[in-house]
């Protein structure tokens, strides 16, 4: 049989080979085929080996099931107050139905966009400006559950939606700059005249105690001082009262007794004393010491 006859059959098991090659598919992690069979959707390939019918199917999207992110544009949004502001989104979902992602919205990032851009607005014109600066997590929360139960028929799931970056208008910024700057200048002042009252407050009990201690050191000296004196006075009453009893002991007679306050008389007389008077019985005694005194001359 000549070649040519083996021709043909050769040349239709390649294009045979060739088109069930080419509608073999695998599907990779994370990602999920929707296929359409005569226009309609006939089924959603998930992760593997998957062969496609030549004409009759066709792969009509391509999903990926990662979460996902999308950083949308500033949009402008007006307070309660009536203050235009600047405010731009990013938005973390995935996709939990491809058939729903696909057949549910056209353009589905286009609509999640203008569906955050409406409610925001929606939920920062209930809110004034400083409200708006300092709810975000709660603006944050309303978001996500808003744009979450909106979605669902869309087949995508939003796990978060975060606030990027809040910018008023210029003149706005900076009234906030020159607020920020005279807080800061008061929290200064205070912490300085804080500072200052300690200061003076331990400058005070400083003083208080150091006056407490010489108030103390003088009340000791004193202390000292009189104890010292008593128990010389006691000394002194001490010895007195030993030489009294002493005398009171050798019992002497009233002679000696006499010329002992004859002889106390005649120390005082030697002093500064300009006047003593001498009781009658020892100027008697002194009369009869003179005249004692004068015998012994003969």
Do not use: C
């Not at 300085?192 to 006056?211: D, M, V």
């Not at 000791?220 to 104890?227: D, E, F």
């Amino acid at each position: 049989m000549p070649f040519s006859e083996y021709l043909v059959p050769i040349i239709l098991a390649i294009l045979v080979l060739l088109i069930v090659i080419r509608n073999i598919r695998i599907v990779p992690q994370a990602q999920a085929y929707v296929i359409e069979r005569l226009g309609a959707y006939s089924v959603t390939w998930s992760v593997g080996l998957h062969f496609k019918i030549p004409l009759f199917e066709a792969i009509s999207k391509k999903v990926s099931l990662k979460e996902q992110v999308y950083d949308f544009p500033p949009q402008p949004v007006i307070t309660k107050d009536n203050v235009t502001m600047q405010i731009d989104t990013v938005l973390y979902f995935e996709i939990t139905d491809p058939k729903l992602y696909t057949y549910g919205v056209e353009n589905p990032i286009n609509a999640i966009e203008n569906l955050s851009a409406t409610t925001l607005r929606n939920i920062i014109g209930d809110l004034e400006l400083d409200q708006t600066l300092t709810s975000r997590d709660v603006i944050n929360t309303k978001m996500r559950v808003i744009l979450d139960e909106a979605t669902d028929p869309w087949g995508i799931r939003v796990n978060r939606v975060e606030l990027k970056n809040i910018l008023p208008p210029r003149e706005i910024q900076d009234a906030m700059e020159k607020q920020m700057k005279a807080e800061r200048q008061r929290r200064e002042a205070i912490l300085r005249a804080e500072g200052e009252k300690t200061a003076a407050i331990l400058s005070a009990e400083g003083e208080k105690e150091a006056a407490i201690l010489r108030a103390d050191a003088a009340k000791q000296t004193q202390i000292l001082r009189a104890q010292g004196e008593a128990e010389a006075i006691l000394t002194v009453q001490t010895a007195t009262a030993e030489g009294i009893r002493r005398i009171n002991e050798s019992a002497p007679s009233e002679a000696v007794i006499k010329i002992k306050a004859l002889e106390a008389f005649a120390a005082a007389a030697n002093g500064t004393a300009t006047k003593i008077i001498i009781p009658s019985e020892i100027q008697g005694l002194a009369g009869l010491a003179t005249s004692f005194k004068e015998l012994l001359s003969e």
